[in-house]
DNA sequence: GTGAAAGCGCTAACAC
DNA sequence: GTGTTAGCGCTTTCAC
């Protein structure tokens, strides 16, 4: 079985004290370059490498974050998944991910879990069913550092960066406007959520805008998130059976877009009405019917969010000051929209 | 800041040793019913948990599993890593995710940095630019227990787990075979890789089967795997000027039915030709063209991985029978190769 | 049945 | 500049 060498062993073998060798390594200035380069090439030799969970122990620090996500076999969150990792890699962090599918119990028992575990800190979007936040409160009163990102938790006092929620819908309901549709249908997301609360605040906003009036039978909220097919297929039912109809729909998140979807393919009715939904669908090129979507900048909402989280965590002072980013999204394939 | 409650602190508390109370949270035999009742009583009490850094420092195990894919925005991997989670979270270990993004470089620094981590094994799908395969090899040779899933790789006597990709591309051409298609184009991945040759084999078996001849002209590597367009692009339309045309294609991978779905669009071609693709997307079914595809059981492939994994790292004695597990496909979308 | 003590690998105060 | 020592939180011989 292999057994790694450890400082001991070199300063054994060179004849000088651990500290030394310590002191070596982390090229400290007070050891002489010539006993540093004795220590360094024959660290290199015998291929020594620290061991990071003795050096944890030691620094009470673990060097690792613990990331929360609804699911990863989402586009949306392997992407932001995929942008955390970049920078942790590239600062010597560790990633731990963990996955709440919607559920308040597996959040609650994740966070725990990843808390337990040492992390540094932790990178939260908030599972849709939960509404009682007790369990994060509790360590972000202990100390532990916490960023939110996506679907953050304004009670909360911490950085946080998600879309600009409010204003991709203002924008997506604005040009939807302005080509003439009047009575606009939204499939909104969980109504705990932050961001279905704020992209429900575009749509009203750009609606009163135009001096339209706000219809709450044009609203149905999922509260499955799009998971249960037969809620969204309901709702679209229902919203489709609406007199006047609706000439257009808004639908609020990336796995309610594809719910939908199918229900308007399965009801042959895909081409009786124009539709602008999130998403950020890798392959939203291929697919069919043919939609605007709006596209949140998933890779770089993960990048800020670690930053923040890393900044947190490394800062020597206590940090009151905190930031709420808001990227822009992005409007695509608006030129279905035309008629 | 954040202090957790250690052993000695309960120790004191309830004026007893360390190793009493030590004893009593693993619920050794030693420990007085009554004594034990009293400290995991106070344990729970102040909220006690047992520091995983010291533990793993001591143990010598960091109830961490290193996992090495090539990306997590890939549905397949995202699948699998769903899996591989669902059973690692039940046993009490953390799965630490790193992308290789098929790079060698990134694949070498990557596996290094995840063993001096301490995880306590690996689970690894080989990026499709590895040719040199050494720094698996020497990790392997040290006695960190490994297992290779998906992207396989046959030098190394360990547990595996994939696909039965011959099986599956043989059964895909035989159906093609049976439907009367004759000259069926084939789009294979990076030709290192084990999936790539598995498929290439089922294809020209499948082939030999029907006593049709095995044609050069009609297979194109894709050496990017699918990510630069323009291969994928060049490569169908070298095969599509083939005289006699190709009345099929095959497809041997998600990546490459995303990119070569896009070129034919591009091309106004997308009904000109039936295909049989691999695919994993969670929206296949809203794609379009619509296409047949292969699909992976990626969640149980990762289930399966990080069993056998536990398996290696948990086992007390060392094992030299190792199982290579090949999962079946799922065909579907058949209905639409009729003619 | 319980405690004392050593040690996992590393670092940092404190000596000299 | 370099060595000595203590200790991070935990487990486990070895005593008693």
């Given at each position: ?233 309901l709702a679209i039912e229902r919203l489709l059976s609406l007199r006047p109809a ?85 409007l695509c394939n608006l030129e279905l929209l035309n008629r």
């Amino acid at each position: 079985m292999f057994k790694a060498a450890t400082i001991k062993d070199i300063a054994q073998a060179l004849s000088v004290s651990p500290s030394t060798v310590s002191r070596a390594l982390r090229n400290s200035y007070e050891i002489s370059e010539e006993k540093k380069k004795m220590i360094l090439d024959y660290a290199a030799k015998i291929n020594y490498h620290s061991n990071p969970i003795a050096v944890s122990l030691r620094n009470k620090r673990s060097y690792s974050i613990g990331v929360m996500v609804t699911e990863v076999a989402n586009s949306f969150f392997s992407q932001t998944i995929d942008g955390i990792e970049s920078i942790a890699y590239e600062k010597g962090y560790n990633i731990i991910i963990s996955q709440s599918h919607d559920s308040y119990e597996r959040e609650v028992i994740n966070i725990e879990h990843l808390a337990s575990r040492s992390v540094d800190g932790l990178l939260i979007s908030m599972s849709a069913q939960t509404t009682d936040y007790n369990h994060i409160e509790m360590l972000h009163k202990q100390g532990l550092p916490i960023v939110f990102f996506d679907r953050i938790l304004n009670s909360i006092d911490t950085y946080k960066v998600t879309t600009d929620n409010s204003k991709a819908a203002f924008d997506a309901i604005s040009l939807l406007l302005s080509k003439g549709y009047k009575r606009i249908a939204h499939i909104a997301n969980a109504p705990h959520l932050s961001i279905t609360l704020d992209r429900l605040k575009g749509y009203t906003e750009a609606l009163r805008g135009a001096d339209l009036p706000f219809d709450k039978d044009l609203v149905e909220f999922c509260f499955s998130g799009g998971k249960d097919l037969m809620e969204v297929d309901l709702a679209i039912e229902r919203l489709l059976s609406l007199r006047p109809a609706p000439d257009a729909i808004f639908i609020s998140s990336d796995l309610l877009s594809n719910a939908s979807l199918r229900t308007l393919k399965a009801k042959r009715l895909e081409s009786s009405i124009p539709i602008i939904g999130f998403s950020n669908s890798d392959v939203v090129d291929l697919m069919s019917p043919e939609f605007s979507y709006v596209r949140q900048r998933a890779f770089e909402m993960g990048q800020i969010a670690i930053k923040m989280l890393i900044k947190l965590i490394e800062s020597k002072y206590p940090i009151y000051e905190f930031e709420t980013k808001l990227l822009d999204a992005d409007l695509c394939n608006l030129e279905l929209l035309n008629r």
